[in-house]
């Protein structure tokens, strides 16, 4: 039996990670949507960005959160979900980098379609991050108006979206005070400084 290339088997893992950084964006953003998130990312971690575009397509901007933290929301918004991902994917290409053969990797890439595929894969995960307006509205949602958070982030692949998830403030949640007589709503980003 031919043994498995650790360059692949990281990328595989990685493809895994994508879709996870993707998630602890779009689930917030989805309950400003008009249509549910699940579709696309179950998709993504099956076929990739392919079925990310359409989401990316089809959803409309909103800067603002008027929901209630679910369960789920919670951990996708929590850091250390954020440091989970790093950990992970520190090891997937530490592992690549110490045990994977290079010289092998290219000669599938260039040969086996599915090596090349979820190679290109992987790239377009990391282009498609920054290009659309997912990651802006989530900065907006949490009082981050600095552009040079940004292109911090776009510019550096993988591990720019994965520190903004350990570092991000905590997406503020929708709550109402109640006074005599009176129901408040409390805004959303009131409890926010943004960043210099």
């Known amino acids: ?98 045990a994977g053969d290079w010289a092998d990797y290219i000669q599938q890439f260039q040969t086996r379609t599915f090596v090349h595929l979820i190679s290109l894969d992987f790239c377009l995960m990391c282009l498609t991050f920054p290009l659309t307006s997912l990651f802006d509205d989530d900065m907006a949602r949490r009082g981050l108006k600095d552009s040079r958070i940004f292109w911090a982030v776009a510019l550096v692949p993988l591990f720019g979206p994965l520190t903004y998830l350990c570092l991000r403030p905590l997406l503020p949640e929708n709550s109402r005070v109640e006074l005599p007589g009176v129901t408040k709503k409390a805004s959303p980003i009131s409890h926010l400084k943004p960043l210099a």
């Open 1 to 98: 039996m031919e043994e498995v290339n650790p360059i692949l088997t990281s990328i595989f893992w990685l493809m895994g990670v994508w879709p996870m950084i993707y998630a602890c964006l779009m689930f917030a953003d989805g309950k400003m949507q008009n249509f549910r998130v699940w579709p696309y990312f179950i998709g993504s971690n099956g076929i990739g960005v392919i079925c990310l575009i359409p989401y990316l397509i089809l959803r409309k901007s909103n800067q603002d959160f008027d929901s209630r933290k679910d369960y789920l929301l919670k951990i996708l918004d929590s850091r250390l979900t954020g440091i989970f991902l790093v950990l992970s994917t520190i090891g997937l290409l530490s592992y690549a980098i110490v």
